[in-house]
C-alpha cells in the first residue's frame, strides 16, 4: 500500500538549532510532495511544495525541502528554527494523476526560548 | 475572499444522533475533500469530490456520507455517530487541475461523540 513516513514524531530543539525532519513514501510513480504546517490552534498551512524542476525547494519563513529520488525522500530542513516555528509539520505525497494527497502521521516540533 | 469555511466549529453529540457539517469555498475550485485528524495519525481522507456531481471513498468512508450541493459546498454527514468517530474533521479545496493539487484547508470541526 502507498504510504508517507515520517519517522521524527516529536522534536525538542532550542531556538537558533537547525532542523530537519524526515518524509519518506512508498509511492512507485511520478509524485508531489507537500510540507504543510500547523500552528497551535490553527488549520493547515502549505509550507512548500514540489512538482518538478529543481529539487531543492524553497518554502515560506526560512524553510526548504529537498527532493532525493532514489531515497524516496522529501526532508524539511531550515537552518535556524526560532520559538515561533513550534508547530505540528506534515509531509503528504500526491501521485501525479490522482486527486487525493496521503499525509504523514505528523512531527510536533517544541522550540524553546 | 473567506477561502475555505467550515460550521460547526465544535459539537458535542451522543452515540446514534446524526449530523452534518458544512463546508464552502469561494476559490471557485474544482476539487474538495473531507478528512479526519487524529493523534499520532496524521489527516486520513473520508471522502472527496473531484468535480461538480462526483463522489469518490477515500481511505476511511465508513460511517459518513457526504454531497457535492454545488461548486461551492461539500457537505459530511454521519447518520448515526459513533464514539469511534470523535475527531477534528477539516475540509480542504483545490483547483483540481494537473500539476495543481495544492489543497486549502478550513479551519476544522472539533466532534466529541459521547
Known amino acids: 500500500a502507498q504510504s508517507v513516513s515520517q519517522h521524527n514524531h516529536h522534536v525538542i530543539l532550542s531556538e537558533a538549532a537547525s532542523l530537519e525532519l524526515g518524509c519518506n513514501y512508498s509511492?512507485?510513480?511520478?509524485?508531489?510532495l507537500f510540507w504543510y504546517v500547523q500552528y497551535p490552534g490553527q488549520h493547515l498551512q502549505l509550507l512548500l511544495k514540489?512538482?518538478?524542476?529543481?529539487?531543492l525547494v524553497k518554502g515560506i519563513k526560512g524553510f526548504e525541502a529537498e527532493f532525493i529520488k532514489s531515497k524516496f525522500s522529501f526532508n524539511l530542513r531550515k537552518p535556524s528554527v526560532q520559538w515561533s516555528d513550534t508547530a505540528e509539520y506534515f509531509c503528504?505525497?500526491?501521485?501525479?494523476?490522482?486527486?487525493?494527497?496521503?499525509f504523514g502521521s505528523g512531527t510536533r516540533l517544541q522550540v524553546q526560548p | 475572499n473567506a477561502g475555505v469555511t467550515q460550521t460547526p466549529k465544535f459539537q458535542v453529540l451522543k452515540t446514534g444522533q446524526s449530523m452534518t457539517l458544512q463546508c464552502a469555498q469561494d476559490?471557485?475550485?474544482?476539487?474538495m475533500y473531507w478528512y479526519r485528524q487524529d493523534p499520532g495519525m496524521g489527516l486520513r481522507l473520508i471522502y472527496y469530490?473531484?468535480?461538480?456531481?462526483?463522489?469518490d471513498k477515500g481511505e476511511v468512508p465508513n460511517g459518513y456520507n457526504v454531497s457535492r450541493l454545488n461548486k461551492r459546498e461539500f457537505s459530511l454527514r454521519l447518520e448515526s455517530a459513533a464514539p469511534s468517530q470523535t475527531s477534528v474533521y477539516f475540509c480542504?479545496?483545490?483547483?483540481?487541475?494537473?500539476?495543481?493539487?495544492?489543497?486549502?484547508f478550513g479551519p476544522g470541526t472539533r466532534l466529541t461523540v459521547l
Open positions: 503528504a505525497v500526491n501521485l501525479v494523476g490522482r486527486r487525493a494527497l496521503t
Open positions: 480542504a479545496s483545490s483547483t483540481g487541475t494537473s500539476g495543481s493539487l495544492e489543497q486549502f
Open positions: 514540489y512538482f518538478s524542476g529543481d529539487p
Open positions: 476559490m471557485n475550485h474544482n476539487s
Open positions: 469530490s473531484a468535480s461538480e456531481g462526483t463522489t
Open positions: 509511492y512507485g510513480g511520478t509524485v508531489n
